[in-house]
T-cell receptor
């Protein structure tokens, strides 16, 4: 158990819908990272927040957005969902802003039908 | 272009048969290379961090080493429970921030 929690574990929704994924970091960690993992793309970095502020942005679509709240939990919002958004979404946390190991949650498996 | 390449993509070993996994990277100013293990359907699990060429880290049957252009994950006398995908990652500097970038991984299967 990494100490990072993610909800829900599974999510099935239809194209065009909007969903919210939630992540709670390990106690004491200030950074939260979001990743998308699909079979053909590997683990792709989406976005990082550090102590409530956006710190780095990867290949995140405009339909996706995220935020980190004062209690340091984070949410990833996915809207106008397409079939190609079906993937595993991982959240990870680390103690610092960068150059630190990351601890990953169990993931949310999103299926868009 | 900054990137991370892992080889081989897949590796099958017999129990006890030692081998090495490779992670090569092109980045200016490495600020840490990370190894993770991922079991199917699970989140990656942190194994090692290496910061400078010549550094080595060990954990049970695994040993990670780092040179200026690549890292190796040596697996000594592997057991079936070592079967997993092994990922390496670096962080590339980009506009004042650092972008974590993972390789595609090496899928290791150890047969009893």
């Amino acid at each position: 158990d990494s100490g990072v929690t993610q909800t829900p574990k599974h999510l099935i929704t239809a194209t065009g819908q909007r969903v919210t994924l939630r992540c709670s970091p390990r106690s004491g960690d200030l950074s939260v990272y979001w990743y998308q993992q699909s079979l053909d793309q590997g683990l792709q970095f989406l976005i990082q927040y550090y102590n409530g502020e956006e710190r780095a942005k990867g290949n995140i679509l405009e339909r996706f957005s995220a935020q980190q709240f004062p209690d340091l939990h984070s949410e990833l919002n996915l809207s106008s969902l397409e079939l190609g958004d079906s993937a595993l979404y991982f959240c990870a946390s680390s103690v610092g802003d960068s150059h630190y190991e990351q601890y990953f949650g169990p993931g949310t498996r999103l299926t868009v039908t | 272009e900054d990137q991370v390449t892992q080889s081989p993509e897949a590796l099958r070993l017999q129990e006890g048969e030692s081998s090495s996994l490779n992670c090569s990277y092109t980045v200016s100013g490495l600020r840490g290379l990370f190894w993770y293990r991922q079991d199917p359907g699970k989140g990656p699990e942190f194994l090692f961090t290496l910061y400078s060429a010549g550094e080595e880290k060990e954990k049970e049957r695994l040993k990670a080493t780092l040179t200026k252009k690549e890292s190796f994950l040596h697996i000594t006398a592997p057991k079936p429970e070592d079967s997993a995908t092994y990922l390496c990652a670096v962080q590339f500097a980009s506009g004042g921030s650092y972008i974590p970038t993972f390789g595609r991984g090496t899928s290791l299967i150890v047969h009893p």
